[in-house]
């Protein structure tokens, strides 16, 4: 996985995703007030995906808590968030689920789309591993060879972490993005004092 520093979100804020219902979402929009965590995922049946979201779930509320949205984009169709949101128990939690099956903000974000990346070595030891862990793999629900990728955007705009996953079975430690947005909390705290 690597990390970048990227200083400037401009290329992601103007794609616009799709809502449950099929309206367009301008990404942007969820970071011009207030940090956000911007989750890019594979498509909605991956089972790394199902890996990452049980990661993250539980700390969501922490988030939200820290003064940050969090927003997963998945490339699968809109109509698929709804049963995506139920099979991972999300329904209750503040978090936002948009599709972008044109995969403009994962170009946007210099996310990975590759073959070798989705069935090479290393992912079939991750789809072994998430196997292994429980996890199962469904329908592929938008584009297959896509590769995921997470970032925290600070109100205004700058990315303060980028990571682009090189593999189907790579995510970002949940821990990782609730430090990155206590970070910015305390930084918030101390400017207003």
Known sequence: MRTVQDPTS???AGIEALDRTGARRALGSFWADRP???VLLRHYG???????IADLAPRLAEIDAAGARTVLVG???AASID???ERHALG???VTLLSDPSLAAYRAAGLVRSAWATFGARAAVDYVRALGS????RATDGDLLQQGGALVVVAGGAVVLRRVYESLGEHVDASDLVEAVLGLAARRSALRV
């Open 10 to 12: 401009s290329a992601l």
């Open 36 to 38: 956000c965590v911007l």
């Open 46 to 52: 991956c089972i790394g995906c199902a890996v990452a």
């Open 75 to 77: 490339s699968g169709a």
């Open 83 to 85: 049963a995506f949101v």
């Open 92 to 94: 209750d939690k503040p």
């Open 134 to 137: 429980g996890f199962t793999s």
